[in-house]
T-cell receptor, first 112, second 112 residues
Framework: DAKTTQPTSMDCAEGRAANLPCNHSTISGNEYVYWYRQIHSQGPQYIIHGLKNNETNEMASLIITEDRKSSTLILPHATLRDTAVYYCIVRASGAGSYQLTFGKGTKLSVIP | DAGVIQSPRHEVTEMGQEVTLRCKPISGHDYLFWYRQTMMRGLELLIYFNNNVPIDDSGMPEDRFSAKMPNASFSTLKIQPSEPRDSAVYFC??????????FGPGTRLTVT
């Protein structure tokens, strides 16, 4: 799997959009970008994933640059419950691509 | 669905004792994963099963660790004998095909 680079920590004011960047400059054509988060003392939680098109679900939006070398996870209206460590993971599709390699992630603190 | 269920949530044991961690995956999921999380090493994949069959156990640290999945709704991770360096949070996760993984709440193991 390609390596990813994320900032160690970020702050966001409650109610504002949280934009979490991720660099994955060595990503391959068949590799997806996945985002998970881990709230303190809980198991990781799937947020969203995408290949090359922007994706949106009830939790967040994922913006992937045209060259696919970086992406941004957007939480449109951050709440205190969004305080967590956010992991950007690159993973190939298909059989044999089960591995989720968690790095150190970005610790997002939502400030009241 | 209740999600992935793990038991116990906390386990404190003495060095040399046998420890058994349990996991009930989400009904219908065909993949089951065991992870370990420590401050030093982060989240690491230990082993995963597909349709109850172990596929890759290369992450299992030593012969002291073993995992079984006797049926589609139950898996165990056993450590015998346990050592202080096994202290960690152990997560079980399940997925349908190789889509997003759903994690349980984890078992916090302390070996004294």
């Amino acid at each position: 799997d390609a390596k990813t680079t994320q900032p160690t920590s970020m702050d966001c004011a409650e109610g504002r959009a949280a934009n979490l960047p991720c660099n994955h400059s060595t990503i391959s054509g068949n590799e997806y970008v996945y985002w998970y988060r881990q709230i303190h003392s809980q198991g990781p939680q799937y947020i969203i994933h995408g290949l090359k098109n922007n994706e949106t679900n009830e939790m967040a939006s994922l913006i992937i640059t045209e060259d696919r070398k970086s992406s941004t996870l957007i939480l449109p209206h951050a709440t205190l419950r969004d305080t967590a460590v956010y992991y950007c993971i690159v993973r190939a599709s298909g059989a044999g691509s089960y591995q989720l390699t968690f790095g150190k992630g970005t610790k997002l603190s939502v400030i009241p | 669905d209740a999600g992935v269920i793990q038991s116990p949530r906390h386990e404190v044991t003495e060095m040399g004792q046998e420890v058994t961690l349990r996991c009930k995956p989400i009904s219908g999921h065909d993949y089951l994963f065991w992870y370990r999380q420590t401050m030093m090493r982060g989240l690491e994949l230990l082993i995963y099963f597909n349709n109850n069959v172990p596929i890759d156990d290369s992450g299992m640290p030593e012969d002291r660790f073993s995992a079984k999945m006797p049926n589609a709704s139950f898996s165990t991770l056993k450590i015998q004998p346990s050592e202080p360096r096994d202290s960690a949070v152990y997560f079980c996760a399940s997925s349908l095909l190789l889509d997003e993984q759903y994690f349980g709440p984890g078992t916090r193991l302390t070996v004294t």
